[in-house]
């Protein structure tokens, strides 16, 4: 643990610890320098020790310090100060918006939408800069007084290896958002932030996230296998054209997802227009699992089953899907 005087890199005069998590402690701090308070994130435990991982966050943290967005928590320095590793980011005066969850129990969909607008955006500037997060969760977005909402932990998302579900302390609070591919051991995508962003959307607007269980390996089974709760048969106020935008968003097929998160965006955007207030639920393009719910209506092509077949796995349609009854 680090003491309030301590000064890192000869620069940055720690005042107090902020936050602690399962990779970080957090500490707001003086930059002597340039005379402005900051936060400083220093590696904590294994992954301090962890020569791969450090090399892999240093690279990734310099990467992420080039983006520059009012969503985005702007990432100042990486470095190291006797075996040290820390990053320098912005002081945001603000809470997560896990905690804000965790204080209101839920959020109204006219602030869901502001803040998923807000997220959206700042993730579709680092897309466009060839950066996926792959660690999207409510700690990790902080959300001002004034109601503006920014991304964190760019830097030490991307280094984690998120094949090892047991590399840190913080993963069952990360696997809550897993995206099934990461869960079967692929690598993760613009899709697989998609993804998190549609259970944190379910989240926000439920006050809980839609999988549980007893260990993190339970959850990612959950993630893989089992289909989101409807978040109208728990709050029926919630509108079709809301809930499509998770039922999309949270698809287990990647090819039923958003192409890309600014097509989330303009959802968003136009989900809570009369117009779409009453829009059909959605329906599925392409096979979601071998255990399909009976409410989704699958129906592919022989033409999909081919390109499907050769995409993601021929054991898919052992089993013929269900039917829907709408």
Known sequence: MISKGQIISDRYVIIKNIGEGGMANVYLAHDNILNRYVAVKVLRGDLAGDEKFVRR?????????????PNIVEMYDVGEDHGKYFIV????????????????????????????????SGIACAHDSYIIHRDLKPQNIL??????????????????????????????????????EQANGKLATVKSDIYSLGIMMYEMLIGKVPFKGDNAVEIAIKQIKEQI??????????????????????????????????????????????????????????????????????????????????????????????????
């Open 57 to 69: 966050f240093q690279r990734e943290a310099i990467s992420a310090s080039s983006l520059t967005h």
């Open 229 to 326: 709760p409807s978040v109208r048969e728990i709050n029926n106020d919630i509108p079709q054209s809301i809930e499509n935008i998770i039922l999309k968003a949270t698809a287990k097929n990647p090819k039923n997802r958003y192409d890309n998160v600014i097509e989330m965006k303009k959802d968003l955007e136009e989900a809570l227009k009369e117009e779409h207030l009453n829009d059909n639920k959605l329906v599925y393009m392409y096979p979601e699992h071998e255990i399909i719910d009976e409410k989704t209506k699958v129906v592919p092509t022989d033409e999909i089953k081919k390109e499907l077949n050769e995409e993601l796995n021929e054991d898919i349609f052992k089993e013929p899907p269900k039917k829907s009854r709408l």
């Open 89 to 120: 980011m912005e002081h945001i005066e603000g809470r997560t918006l896990k905690s804000l969850i965790k204080r209101r129990g839920y959020l109204t969909v006219l602030e869901t939408v502001d803040i998923m607008i807000q997220i959206t």
């Open 143 to 180: 959300v001002l007084e004034n109601g503006t909402a920014k991304i964190t932990d760019f830097g030490i998302a991307m280094a984690l290896n998120s094949n090892e579900l047991t590399q840190t302390n913080s993963i069952m609070g990360s696997v809550h958002y897993l995206p099934p």
